[in-house]
Nanobody, 123 residues
Framework: VQLQAFGGGLVQPGGSLRLSCATS????????LGWFRQAPGKGREGVSC????????YYADSVKGRFTISKDNAKNIVYLQMNNLKPEDTAVYYC?????????????????WGQGTQVTVSS
């Protein structure tokens, strides 16, 4: 099982980025996949999650209306479109597979973390 997040970068406040989580070694349509982020000195927090069939999505209150999660099972990729970015969105973003039932925002319910990608929102 491998997950690799990419697409981060430096963007000005109000800008947009699209993160991608490329997956391999398993069937993506059999798992929920989540995006988490970790800012310096803080714990890893849940940002968004999409169910195995794409029919259910979760967003943290802090990103609702600005971020959109989607997936392409044929390409084994999950996307996180981030619009109207704010300085407080600055963090390393990780994708992980949901292995346990329960909250979509609890990192202990996820695993197989890929290498993260840095997002910096600054003028």
């Amino acid at each position: 099982v491998q997950l690799q997040a990419f697409g981060g970068g430096l963007v000005q406040p109000g800008g947009s980025l699209r993160l991608s989580c490329a997956t391999s070694g398993f069937t993506l349509d059999e798992y929920d996949l989540g995006w988490f982020r970790q800012a310096p000195g803080k714990g890893r927090e849940g940002v968004s999650c999409i169910s195995s069939n794409g029919g259910t999505t979760y967003y943290a209150d802090s990103v609702k209306g600005r971020f959109t999660i989607s997936k392409d099972n044929a390409k084994n990729i999950v996307y996180l479109q981030m619009n109207n970015l704010k300085p407080e969105d600055t963090a390393v973003y990780y994708c992980g597979l949901r292995y346990s039932s329960g909250s979509y925002s609890v990192k202990e319910n996820f695993g197989s973390w890929g290498q993260g990608t840095q997002v910096t929102v600054s003028s």
